[in-house]
T-cell receptor, first 115, second 115 residues
Framework: KQEVTQIPAALSVPEGENLVLNCSFTDSAIYNLQWFRQDPGKGLTSLLLIQSSQREQTSGRLNASLDKSSGRSTLYIAASQPGDSATYLCAVRPHSGAGSYQLTFGKGTKLSVIP | DARVTQTPRHKVTEMGQEVTMRCQPILGHNTVFWYRQTMMQGLELLAYFRNRAPLDDSGMPKDRFSAEMPDATLATLKIQPSEPRDSAVYFC?????????????FGPGTRLTVT
């Protein structure tokens, strides 16, 4: 059974710092990995999706990397801003077989960016 | 701006009462997912529909939960009878179906409190 772990559970940084959020998964047979952002009381917003054949994806100040063989992904946020404060979740989709549509989520990292 | 909508946004009910949550997927999406989010378990998949047919509801307690798609624009999740342990945020997500790049788009959630 796939397990997704995100460390740390919470992170507080001063504004302007670059930071890295970590995600690890136990089964490397994945189709893709997705990073989401969740604001309090809101749903999830997809930030980046990395296909299993890709090494990284970039969107603005965000860069996500994937090392499938070691079961790890990182989300790099450059020049953090208070508006980046949210919970960040990663989710993996299995490569094939029963349940290949199913995303398995980590429990998230709650990020606070202090002005 | 296409988005997934969910109603109600908040629901407080007493134990034993029936609860119905509704979801309108993004027009044209043929896959619909129901998730439950709690502090302890994180996000868990309850049910998955493709082209309105239920493909997997193994995540749902069968004795009290039911999920349906009466038509392509409406998905429902019903709990009868509700219990305090059902208190959680229930998310609906929709997607454009299988493909090279697959993403799920989440609604804002229904926060359920069972007293």
């Amino acid at each position: 059974k796939q397990e997704v772990t995100q460390i740390p559970a919470a992170l507080s940084v001063p504004e302007g710092e670059n930071l890295v959020l970590n995600c690890s998964f136990t089964d490397s047979a994945i189709y893709n990995l997705q990073w989401f952002r969740q604001d309090p009381g809101k749903g999830l917003t997809s930030l980046l999706l990395i296909q299993s054949s890709q090494r990284e994806q970039t969107s603005g100040r965000l860069n996500a990397s994937l090392d499938k063989s070691s079961g790890r992904s990182t989300l790099y946020i450059a020049a953090s801003q208070p508006g980046d404060s949210a919970t960040y979740l990663c989710a993996v989709r299995p490569h094939s077989g029963a349940g290949s549509y199913q995303l398995t989520f980590g429990k998230g990292t709650k990020l606070s960016v202090i002005p | 701006d296409a988005r997934v909508t969910q109603t109600p946004r908040h629901k407080v009910t007493e134990m034993g009462q029936e609860v119905t949550m509704r979801c309108q997927p993004i027009l044209g999406h043929n896959t619909v997912f129901w998730y439950r989010q709690t502090m302890m378990q994180g996000l868990e998949l309850l049910a998955y529909f493709r082209n309105r047919a239920p493909l997997d509801d193994s995540g749902m307690p069968k004795d009290r939960f039911s999920a349906e798609m009466p038509d392509a624009t409406l998905a429902t999740l019903k709990i009868q009878p509700s219990e305090p342990r059902d208190s959680a945020v229930y998310f609906c997500a929709s997607g454009p179906g299988e493909g090279a790049v697959y993403e799920q788009y989440f609604g804002p959630g229904t926060r359920l409190t069972v007293t």
